[in-house]
């Protein structure tokens, strides 16, 4: 006799224990995207990272997250080719978030910093390119490759890196693929800060918690906003910061918080916020 069938587990189980991991530190979720060599990206872990930014999203006890690779090569070498060659579609789902959990979740409330490691090539600049803050290694590179390869940064490179430097660099960069040091985009301030190697999780978590300092609905109303009025003159932005359905700012001033924080600086204490 043969025996009973095997059973064929699915090629993703327990992908998330090896390739994405969640950790809290205070009010910050610190994912970390570890898929040895390159940390790139395949439609599973995908979805992995977008289940990930979820938590961030959903957990009141949450103020702001923290993206970074693992190891010290790679922050994150965007798609994963393997698997393009094994017939994944660049179409196929990515789940919540779109590419890598981030560069299309419109609805996320909550900041997130990306903590550069090291290269960010293709999808994984556009994942840096996704968070609000960038902190990097001063070994971290970053680049635009797919033109190189007959493709186009359509997760979000072509698109938010002219608005976020100078035109003819962003043009450049995507156009040719240039490998860039963090120290040049620091220079035009696409990154916050550039720290040696052996710093960047701190200099990351420091961030992070002066973020967290700061009230949780002012942080999503800040969000809220800038998404609502991006690409905008000033006069329409304002028209629809006053006048639109932004509901996290319309509840700002009269929410506790707000109360609470008037109060605190009144009596010279740190405020107790509770995010309502």
């Given at each position: 006799?043969?025996?009973?069938?095997?059973?064929?587990?699915?090629?993703?189980?327990?992908?998330?224990?090896?390739?994405?991991?969640?950790?809290?530190?205070?009010?910050?979720?610190?994912?970390?995207?570890?898929?040895?060599?390159?940390?790139?990206?395949?439609?599973?872990?995908?979805?992995?990272?977008?289940?990930?930014?979820?938590?961030?999203?959903?957990?009141?006890?949450?103020?702001?997250?923290?993206?970074?690779?693992?190891?010290?090569?790679?922050?994150?070498?965007?798609?994963?080719?393997?698997?393009?060659?094994?017939?994944?579609?660049?179409?196929?789902?990515?789940?919540?978030?779109?590419?890598?959990?981030?560069?299309?979740?419109?609805?996320?409330?909550?900041?997130?910093?990306?903590?550069?490691?090291?290269?960010?090539?293709?999808?994984?600049?556009?994942?840096?390119?996704?968070?609000?803050?960038?902190?990097?290694?001063?070994?971290?590179?970053?680049?635009?490759?797919?033109?190189?390869?007959?493709?186009?940064?359509?997760?979000?490179?072509?698109?938010?890196?002219?608005?976020?430097?100078?035109?003819?660099?962003?043009?450049?960069?995507?156009?040719?693929?240039?490998?860039?040091?963090?120290?040049?985009?620091?220079?035009?301030?696409?990154?916050?800060?550039?720290?040696?190697?052996?710093?960047?999780?701190?200099?990351?978590?420091?961030?992070?918690?002066?973020?967290?300092?700061?009230?949780?609905?002012?942080?999503?109303?800040?969000?809220?906003?800038?998404?609502?009025?991006?690409?905008?003159?000033?006069?329409?932005?304002?028209?629809?910061?006053?006048e639109a359905d932004l509901p996290v700012y319309n509840g700002?001033?009269?929410?506790?918080?707000?109360?609470?924080?008037?109060?605190?600086?009144?009596?010279?204490?740190?405020?107790?916020?509770?995010?309502?």
């Amino acid at each position: 006799m043969s025996g009973p069938p095997k059973i064929q587990r699915p090629r993703t189980q327990n992908v998330k224990a090896q390739s994405v991991k969640t950790r809290r530190s205070g009010r910050s979720l610190e994912i970390t995207l570890d898929r040895p060599k390159a940390n790139a990206i395949d439609a599973a872990t995908s979805k992995l990272l977008g289940a990930a930014f979820e938590e961030l999203q959903n957990d009141d006890g949450l103020s702001v997250g923290i993206v970074t690779g693992g190891g010290e090569r790679f922050f994150c070498a965007g798609w994963d080719l393997k698997a393009a060659a094994e017939g994944e579609a660049p179409d196929a789902d990515q789940g919540i978030g779109g590419f890598a959990g981030l560069t299309e979740y419109w609805d996320l409330k909550k900041p997130v910093i990306a903590a550069v490691n090291g290269m960010a090539l293709g999808g994984g600049f556009e994942l840096a390119l996704a968070a609000d803050m960038i902190v990097a290694s001063d070994t971290a590179e970053f680049a635009l490759t797919e033109a190189t390869i007959g493709l186009v940064a359509d997760a979000g490179g072509v698109i938010r890196l002219p608005r976020r430097l100078p035109r003819a660099i962003a043009m450049e960069m995507i156009m040719t693929g240039r490998r860039v040091p963090a120290s040049e985009l620091a220079h035009w301030g696409l990154v916050n800060e550039v720290v040696p190697q052996e710093n960047l999780m701190a200099a990351a978590r420091a961030l992070a918690r002066r973020v967290a300092l700061c009230a949780p609905l002012s942080l999503q109303a800040i969000k809220e906003i800038d998404r609502a009025t991006e690409g905008l003159n000033e006069r329409e932005a304002y028209r629809i910061m006053r006048e639109a359905d932004l509901p996290v700012y319309n509840g700002v001033y009269d929410s506790e918080d707000a109360a609470e924080g008037i109060a605190a600086l009144s009596q010279k204490r740190s405020p107790l916020w509770k995010g309502r």
